[in-house]
């Protein structure tokens, strides 16, 4: 029912449990040559971030593996540990740079009464020091992760209790370990302040509700979730290493925060809140800290570019106002600053230089922002718009401007969908065949199978590996048992992974190899039982809507009424031969079905499609036509479990 990072479920550990290999090719000699290239163009590599990354450190767990309840990996401090030396040729050298900095794990000092623990999940948590116990930011994204965070915090520093905990945004990675730092009592008992940005729960529960079968799948691209490690495989995730495999969890705020400049007197701590809700996340806030000349700037700015619109899915993001943004914090708060710490990567030490990197990121959002749309209005397509739209020489001077995440390519493109969504105006690509039927025309067009394939090696051969994965996608797509095509196109994609300066774009190429070698890992999301229980019923039932299929159920009507005893909501559905309509809040007057019991058993039949005669055994009462009900069941789709992305 919910997805992906960012969202409501989780992919895979990096470095724990069962993994696939990466890449089966060697860097080929294009590659090779792409590489040292590349390398010639990178900005000299001073000492600052080799400095920054470390500066502070105390001390990190003895043993890196963190396990769950059932002594299950669930993250691997040291799965990037390879990472030392030159960069190897499967990896672009701007990547493994970054990676060298990124890999580094454990308690750090930041400032007299501010810490942060690094490297423990794919976010930092964030510790200040209050009068009487810790105020935590950003608790991670799994009970288990932050959990050994908290550990290491008490047995290096003294046990002390958490005072408050802060929720910096609504993506998962920045709550969802929050279950490993505080007991729910602790909050709806009033000791423990938890604080969110306004429109924190509605956001963190409904961002992956209606999609969240794809993003998933997708995000499994993203993340390369499953793979290994390795120099030939993921390298990161570009904000931080991948993303914990543990126990998702929610508590709900008892205060939030609603315009910037509010204040919070939490512990003995004074906070000032700058509101950014709309840039990186649709609610999220940064923090100052004035006692302790910090400024936490949460997500809108770390060590990479970020995403407009993330590859795993998701709705496209504000790029003008998270420029103005970063204008504000580097105007009204930088200058204040002996520090400028993120939610992800390393601080930047000293107001000069965290004046100077805010307005570096400032300047990167804004140039991508005007300079598309200034292209766009000129007629150029998002196409052409991200092949000539590259970043400035001297922007890129910072290496925390590089896309090791979000690229200058699809973040182009992601501004051009939010002015003028996908269409390019060109009548042409305004009904076109769909893949597969077009994919067969053009390989006919092209001479058949035997040519396209011919064609797809010489171009490999001369390095151009977009033109070669075009045509041997088109191939794939008419052929998908063509083994002669698979390969090549696998090899095609490797190529263009280990040639790539992105994590996530390194990790979408890898993943599709190795789809098409079949060894695909299409993980089952793992589901929060907090997160399901936050989550609307109007939403629920809406979700299940999309799910409905009016071919199996037929030409007749079926309505129901709800009494959820645990929540104590009524509720209904009515479904006819078009559509399912949920109503929160209604009843039927003589329903054909009518519902008692609690939610959880209703979500089984919705969402799990239990058979209605198991959730009677479990309590659910069922009045009226059971039988009716079941064909309801019957009629909705399953919770989508994986599809083929670089197959039909």
């Given at each position: 029912?919910?997805?992906?990072?960012?969202?409501?479920?989780?992919?895979?550990?990096?470095?724990?449990?069962?993994?696939?290999?990466?890449?089966?090719?060697?860097?080929?000699?294009?590659?090779?040559?792409?590489?040292?290239?590349?390398?010639?163009?990178?900005?000299?590599?001073?000492?600052?971030?080799?400095?920054?990354?470390?500066?502070?450190?105390?001390?990190?767990?003895?043993?890196?593996?963190?396990?769950?309840?059932?002594?299950?990996?669930?993250?691997?401090?040291?799965?990037?540990?390879?990472?030392?030396?030159?960069?190897?040729?499967?990896?672009?050298?701007?990547?493994?740079?970054?990676?060298?900095?990124?890999?580094?794990?454990?308690?750090?000092?930041?400032?007299?009464?501010?810490?942060?623990?690094?490297?423990?999940?794919?976010?930092?948590?964030?510790?200040?020091?209050?009068?009487?116990?810790?105020?935590?930011?950003?608790?991670?994204?799994?009970?288990?992760?932050?959990?050994?965070?908290?550990?290491?915090?008490?047995?290096?520093?003294?046990?002390?209790?958490?005072?408050?905990?802060?929720?910096?945004h609504s993506h998962a990675d920045h709550f969802g370990g929050v279950r490993g730092v505080i007991d729910p009592d602790d909050a709806t008992s009033g000791r423990v302040a938890v604080i969110a940005p306004e429109g924190f729960?509605?956001?963190?529960?409904?961002?992956?509700?209606?999609?969240?079968?794809?993003?998933?799948?997708?995000?499994?691209?993203?993340?390369?979730?499953?793979?290994?490690?390795?120099?030939?495989?993921?390298?990161?995730?570009?904000?931080?290493?991948?993303?914990?495999?543990?126990?998702?969890?929610?508590?709900?705020?008892?205060?939030?925060?609603?315009?910037?400049?509010?204040?919070?007197?939490?512990?003995?701590?004074?906070?000032?809140?700058?509101?950014?809700?709309?840039?990186?996340?649709?609610?999220?806030?940064?923090?100052?800290?004035?006692?302790?000349?910090?400024?936490?700037?949460?997500?809108?700015?770390?060590?990479?570019?970020?995403?407009?619109?993330?590859?795993?899915?998701?709705?496209?993001?504000?790029?003008?106002?998270?420029?103005?943004?970063?204008?504000?914090?580097?105007?009204?708060?930088?200058?204040?600053?002996?520090?400028?710490?993120?939610?992800?990567?390393?601080?930047?030490?000293?107001?000069?230089?965290?004046?100077?990197?805010?307005?570096?990121?400032?300047?990167?959002?804004?140039?991508?922002?005007?300079?598309?749309?200034?292209?766009?209005?000129?007629?150029?397509?998002?196409?052409?718009?991200?092949?000539?739209?590259?970043?400035?020489?001297?922007?890129?001077?910072?290496?925390?401007?590089?896309?090791?995440?979000?690229?200058?390519?699809?973040?182009?493109?992601?501004?051009?969908?939010?002015?003028?969504?996908?269409?390019?105006?060109?009548?042409?690509?305004?009904?076109?065949?769909?893949?597969?039927?077009?994919?067969?025309?053009?390989?006919?067009?092209?001479?058949?199978?035997?040519?396209?394939?011919?064609?797809?090696?010489?171009?490999?051969?001369?390095?151009?590996?977009?033109?070669?994965?075009?045509?041997?996608?088109?191939?794939?797509?008419?052929?998908?048992?063509?083994?002669?095509?698979?390969?090549?196109?696998?090899?095609?994609?490797?190529?263009?992974?280990?040639?790539?300066?992105?994590?996530?774009?390194?990790?979408?190429?890898?993943?599709?190899?190795?789809?098409?070698?079949?060894?695909?890992?299409?993980?089952?999301?793992?589901?929060?039982?907090?997160?399901?229980?936050?989550?609307?019923?109007?939403?629920?039932?809406?979700?299940?809507?999309?799910?409905?299929?009016?071919?199996?159920?037929?030409?007749?009507?079926?309505?129901?009424?709800?009494?959820?005893?645990?929540?104590?909501?009524?509720?209904?559905?009515?479904?006819?031969?078009?559509?399912?309509?949920?109503?929160?809040?209604?009843?039927?007057?003589?329903?054909?079905?009518?519902?008692?019991?609690?939610?959880?058993?209703?979500?089984?039949?919705?969402?799990?499609?239990?058979?209605?005669?198991?959730?009677?055994?479990?309590?659910?009462?069922?009045?009226?036509?059971?039988?009716?009900?079941?064909?309801?069941?019957?009629?909705?789709?399953?919770?989508?479990?994986?599809?083929?992305?670089?197959?039909?």
């Open positions: 029912m919910m997805a992906a990072a960012g969202g409501l479920a989780m992919v895979a550990a990096t470095g724990a449990g069962a993994q696939t290999p990466g890449g089966n090719s060697s860097a080929s000699p294009a590659t090779i040559a792409a590489q040292q290239s590349a390398a010639a163009g990178l900005p000299e590599d001073g000492t600052r971030d080799a400095a920054f990354s470390t500066r502070g450190f105390i001390a990190t767990l003895p043993d890196p593996v963190i396990r769950n309840a059932a002594g299950n990996p669930v993250w691997n401090l040291d799965a990037y540990a390879f990472v030392d030396g030159a960069a190897p040729d499967s990896v672009h050298p701007s990547l493994w740079r970054h990676m060298r900095h990124l890999k580094h794990h454990g308690l750090y000092q930041v400032s007299d009464n501010i810490l942060q623990v690094r490297g423990f999940d794919l976010a930092n948590l964030t510790i200040i020091r209050g009068e009487s116990g810790w105020i935590v930011i950003d608790p991670l994204t799994s009970v288990e992760t932050a959990k050994a965070a908290m550990a290491l915090v008490n047995a290096t520093l003294g046990t002390r209790p958490v005072s408050a905990v802060i929720y910096s729960m509605e956001e963190a529960t409904s961002e992956n509700v209606m999609a969240g079968g794809a993003m998933l799948r997708r995000a499994a691209y993203q993340f390369a979730t499953g793979m290994a490690p390795g120099p030939q495989g993921q390298m990161g995730s570009g904000i931080g290493m991948g993303v914990s495999g543990g126990t998702l969890s929610l508590i709900t705020p008892t205060d939030t925060i609603a315009a910037t400049g509010e204040t919070r007197m939490v512990d003995g701590v004074r906070l000032e809140f700058q509101i950014v809700s709309g840039s990186e996340a649709p609610a999220e806030f940064n923090v100052f800290i004035a006692a302790e000349k910090t400024f936490l700037a949460a997500e809108i700015a770390t060590c990479t570019m970020h995403n407009i619109l993330t590859p795993r899915g998701a709705k496209v993001r504000d790029a003008r106002a998270w420029g103005h943004y970063l204008d504000e914090a580097a105007r009204r708060y930088a200058p204040q600053s002996d520090t400028v710490i993120s939610s992800h990567c390393w601080p930047i030490f000293g107001r000069a230089e965290g004046t100077q990197w805010l307005e570096a990121q400032r300047d990167n959002y804004r140039y991508l922002h005007d300079q598309t749309v200034r292209r766009m209005n000129r007629g150029e397509t998002m196409a052409e718009i991200a092949e000539s739209l590259t970043l400035p020489a001297d922007l890129g001077q910072e290496w925390s401007t590089h896309g090791y995440y979000g690229t200058y390519s699809h973040n182009a493109k992601a501004i051009y969908q939010f002015y003028l969504g996908w269409y390019d105006a060109v009548p042409a690509n305004l009904n076109p065949h769909p893949p597969v039927e077009r994919a067969a025309k053009l390989v006919d067009a092209l001479g058949g199978a035997e040519r396209v394939l011919a064609l797809a090696r010489n171009a490999m051969a001369g390095g151009d590996y977009r033109w070669s994965s075009d045509l041997l996608q088109n191939l794939v797509f008419t052929e998908p048992d063509n083994a002669a095509a698979r390969a090549a196109l696998a090899e095609s994609y490797e190529q263009q992974g280990y040639s790539s300066e992105s994590a996530i774009w390194r990790n979408q190429f890898l993943a599709a190899a190795r789809d098409l070698r079949g060894a695909s890992a299409r993980s089952a999301a793992t589901q929060s039982t907090d997160l399901i229980a936050a989550v609307a019923t109007q939403e629920l039932l809406d979700s299940a809507a999309t799910r409905f299929a009016p071919e199996r159920f037929g030409d007749r009507s079926l309505t129901i009424g709800l009494e959820l005893t645990d929540r104590k909501e009524q509720a209904m559905l009515e479904a006819n031969g078009r559509v399912l309509i949920g109503r929160v809040g209604e009843t039927p007057a003589a329903p054909d079905v009518a519902m008692r019991g609690p939610r959880a058993l209703v979500l089984a039949l919705l969402f799990l499609k239990q058979p209605v005669s198991t959730m009677q055994a479990a309590g659910l009462q069922v009045e009226g036509d059971a039988a009716a009900l079941q064909h309801l069941i019957d009629a909705l789709d399953p919770m989508p479990q994986g599809f083929a992305i670089v197959e039909p």
